[in-house]
């Protein structure tokens, strides 16, 4: 094919570029203008390049041939002459292999793009002679083999993504070799990532992601000290995993895994983060502290949740913030989420956004957290009304305590056992507690006898009650008593 003066028949030409797209049957131009910089040949229904067919494009820097049909590269000649092509994109096309003889004349390629093909494996010094590449893109394959010599002298590689393909193993020996990659993108693949120690053969990795890759172990990512930006979405994490030495992370995504709960300082070393994404991870409660450290922070996504109530001045810590997304959680619109009203963080959407899941009453009319009276987000503290007295009972009697509790919300009980030991509210087999205040004990014996407390507590406070239990143990012929000395307080 031979450069020529005009613009093709069927093509569009602007300001350097040529624009020949769909094709369909209609031949391939027999020739372009030499002035061409960019050719864009996409979804042309073409099946094969062939010898020449890019001859004499001296000034040709960018060529797309994306969405055909390409299976096959004649060996050099299909790029022969293209000696200032930068750009060469061969995505969505039927190629199994690299076309490594093909590409070993374009010596300044900087960008290539092989996605969503059909190849196989990645062989030994598939990209020899690509010295000046900087991005490389390989997602959506069927790569299940990368040769450690797969990258070898790759010089310039900065971007390397295999997203979406079938490797296993983390392939951190052929990665090392390129000896300037900062963004690898690995998501999509059955790797098994419970150690991820071979990519210490790559310490210039900044950028990584591995989202969507199965299971990921808590203690995965100690080997990687230098990470800025960093994907873990959709990794089965039921916890935070081992952060605490990535004090350069900027970018976190956490989304889309099964942390119920933030602790106290979670995130509390990454003093530069600046974005924190904790979207649809079934989160239902966030400690106090959750966000300690934070101070760089500008953008925090908590939508998608189960978040019900959020601590006091949880945002506190968090001076650089810009954009909060609280949207789809069953909010508690109650006096525990009077302060966030006051909060001045612009949001993505307004406080009418964020749908009131109780009380009841809100839940029916469908009321917003802005459209709450006022007077409905003032607590009335716990106050305890009603409650049993010590008791004196024998071994093998049951035990029952009455703790009656008023206030709004509607207070949570809790019962403390002897030395203040909790009891779960599911019950321990013997001692059962409910929600309504109540604690009944069957059988009680001597290891029984002691001080229970009544705790209540909501949004506006808490208050207790305790009791003693006395337990007499029946011996022969003679009868002890068994009981706590503390004296019944209350709260």
């Known amino acids: 094919m031979t450069a020529g003066a005009s613009c093709p028949e069927g093509c569009r030409c602007i300001s350097g570029g040529v624009y020949c797209t769909e094709g ?127 990258f070898r002298n790759l010089d310039s590689l900065r971007e390397l993504t295999l997203k979406n393909n079938l490797i296993t193993v983390v392939p951190g020996q052929a990665i090392g070799l390129a000896k300037t990659i900062e963004i690898l993108r690995l998501a999509g693949n059955p790797l098994n990532m419970s150690d991820l120690s071979s990519l210490r053969a790559a310490p210039t990795i900044l950028e990584l992601d591995l989202a969507n890759i199965g299971r990921l172990s808590k203690r995965a990512l100690l080997p990687l000290e230098n990470l800025t930006n960093l994907n873990i979405s959709n990794c089965s994490l039921a916890r935070v995993p081992i952060l605490r030495h990535l004090g350069t992370m900027q970018v976190l995504d956490l989304s889309w895994n099964n942390i119920t709960t933030l602790p106290p300082e979670a995130f509390s070393t990454m003093t530069d983060l600046t974005h924190l994404r904790l979207s649809n991870i079934n989160l239902s409660s966030i400690e106090p502290n959750a966000f300690a450290g934070l101070s760089s922070l500008q953008h925090l996504s908590l939508e998608n949740n189960q978040l019900k109530t959020l601590p006091r001045n949880l945002f506190m810590p968090l001076r650089s913030l810009e954009l909060l997304d609280l949207y789809n959680n069953p909010w508690s619109c109650d006096c525990r989420l009077h302060w966030l009203i006051r909060v001045r963080i612009h949001s993505t959407c307004s406080m009418t956004c964020y749908r009131c899941s109780t009380p009841a009453n809100f839940k029916r009319t469908e009321l917003s957290l802005a459209e709450v009276p006022i007077k409905n987000l003032s607590c009335i ?7 049993s007295k010590d008791l004196y009972l024998s071994e093998g009697d049951p035990a029952f305590f009455n703790c009656d509790v008023s206030g709004f919300p509607i207070p949570d009980v809790e019962w403390l056992g002897p030395g203040g030991k909790p009891i779960k509210q599911t019950g321990d087999g013997r001692r059962f507690p409910s929600k309504e205040g109540t604690l009944e004990i069957f059988n009680v014996s001597r290891k029984d006898a002691g001080q229970y407390v009544c705790w209540a507590g909501n949004g506006g406070g808490n208050a207790t009650r305790s009791f003693n239990l006395t337990v007499t143990v029946s011996t022969n012929p003679h009868s002890s008593t068994i009981s706590n000395t503390a004296s019944t307080s209350s709260g």
């Open 381 to 387: 503290p716990p106050r305890i009304v009603s409650s």
């Open 24 to 150: 369909n049957m209609r031949p391939l131009p027999k020739s372009f203008p030499i002035s061409t910089e960019s050719l864009y040949l996409f979804r042309y229904n073409l099946s094969s390049i062939l010898k020449d067919q890019f001859t004499n494009l001296p000034l040709l820097e960018s060529l797309n041939l994306r969405g055909n049909h390409i299976s096959n590269l004649a060996p050099q000649a299909a790029m022969k002459g293209l000696d200032s092509l930068e750009i060469l994109d061969l995505s969505s096309n039927q190629l199994e292999i690299v076309p490594a003889e093909c590409l070993q004349s374009l010596g300044q390629l900087r960008e290539l793009n092989l996605q969503n093909n059909k190849i196989l494996a990645l062989n030994d010094d598939g990209f020899s002679g690509l010295g000046k590449l900087d991005r490389l893109y390989l997602d959506s394959n069927r790569i299940g083999y990368v040769s450690s010599k797969a």
